[in-house]
């Protein structure tokens, strides 16, 4: 299904809406779309000027993990990606059911070998992965115990062995009490590498909400040293963007700014991959339980514009979207997009999206084949 700026899955808006319609003007530019709660919303940010076209090729889907969710995931240094899951029973649905997962994902769409190396049943607490990141050969995650309606206290976890054990934060890296809540990383590519000029490679980048709810309509950019993850007094927060975009950071948590607001709020994780192929920070992001944001940006603060905004495929729940680097296309055109949600995506699917510069017409250049990726 091809769709264009302006989607094809918008309904007329003769229609009677169960909530007002909301209209977005940008630039003398009325958008429109609408959620899956038949109600007419206004995507946040004006049209992409370079990306005109998306096609998510549902053909392609294809999805591992039953009765696991969530499913954040980095490129590490060995060249595999790995995931972290909750409340399930991983990739290949073997023993019991844990708390917490991690898996090594091996390979290249749709041919992926998963294979479950972490699993916690004994902590007796309902870990929920927030979002992972892989440096320096080491993988740390951040995770809450799980709250249906809020995300609680944030804690550290680190592996050294390529995720088969992991050490735990005593204490919250991030405590709710202090008001700043992590809801996914800035990627790059292996093992955190490929950072582009203009960004400060010797941090690690944040993405933060307003705690405790998990639906809020802004997200703050912060970073900290990269052997510094887990010490919240390291973090410094941006706080002033001038006119030549240009950014100075804080260490004051209430200096920050927002550098990207929705005012339909998000679903759990906001997660940012970086597109080499056409030089955009590529923003993703679940709204109204089946709706999908993608913007891209020249930068991680923004300014951000809408690549897709509406309902993605069907009315049912679902969350955790991101464009994993290792699968894009060397012109950034094409790219593999993973996701989770719940019930009827209680698991890890993958669907193949290409984009263009024009409203009829998408790019259709595979993806980089394994032979041209590191080796797993």
């Not at 955790?320 to 698991?347: A, H, I, L, R, V």
Request: charged fraction near 15%; proline fraction near 6%; charge should be neutral.
């Amino acid at each position: 299904m091809s769709i264009p700026f302006i989607s094809k899955m918008m309904l007329g808006v003769s229609c009677v809406f169960k909530k007002q319609i909301q209209i977005h003007l940008t630039k003398f530019i009325i958008v429109i779309f609408v959620t899956g709660a038949n109600t007419v919303v206004a995507a946040p940010y004006q049209q992409s000027d370079l990306i005109k076209g998306i096609n998510f090729e549902f053909s392609t889907q294809f999805s591992h993990g039953p009765d696991s969710d969530q499913w954040p995931m980095t490129w590490a240094t060995d060249g595999n990606m790995y995931s972290a899951w909750g409340d399930g029973r991983g990739w290949n649905v073997l023993g019991s059911k844990d708390y917490l997962g991690i898996t090594k994902i091996s390979g290249f769409p749709p041919n992926l070998t998963g294979t479950d190396l972490y699993g916690d049943n004994q902590s007796g607490m309902n870990r929920k992965p927030v979002d992972i990141i892989a440096y320096n050969n080491n993988l740390y995650l951040f995770w809450n115990p799980s709250n249906e309606t809020k995300w609680v206290d944030i804690y550290g976890a680190t592996s050294t062995d390529n995720g088969n054990t992991w050490s735990f934060t005593a204490s919250p890296v991030f405590p709710v009490a202090n008001g700043a809540i992590p809801c996914g990383f800035l990627k790059f590519g292996q093992g955190y590498t490929g950072i582009p000029q203009g960004i400060d490679a010797n941090y690690v980048y944040l993405y933060l909400v307003d705690g405790p709810k998990i639906d809020g309509d802004n997200l703050y950019l912060a970073r900290a040293p990269k052997n510094n993850i887990f010490q919240n007094s390291a973090y410094e927060y941006v706080s002033k963007i001038d006119i030549d975009n240009k950014v100075t950071w804080s260490k004051n948590w209430g200096d920050k700014i927002p550098v990207f607001n929705d005012p339909n709020g998000r679903e759990y994780q906001a997660i940012v991959n970086y597109n080499p192929g056409i030089k955009k920070y590529i923003l993703t992001k679940a709204h109204n339980i089946s709706n999908l944001g993608i913007f891209e940006s020249d930068t991680p603060w923004g300014p951000w514009k809408t690549i897709y905004y509406g309902q993605f495929k069907d009315n049912f729940w679902k969350f955790t979207y991101e464009f994993p680097q290792k699968w894009m296309s060397k012109n950034g055109m094409s790219m593999w997009m993973s996701f989770s949600g719940w019930p009827e995506y209680d698991n890890i699917s993958f669907v193949r999206v290409t984009m263009s510069t024009s409203a009829n017409k998408a790019d259709t250049t595979p993806p980089d084949s394994p032979k041209d990726l590191v080796a797993d």
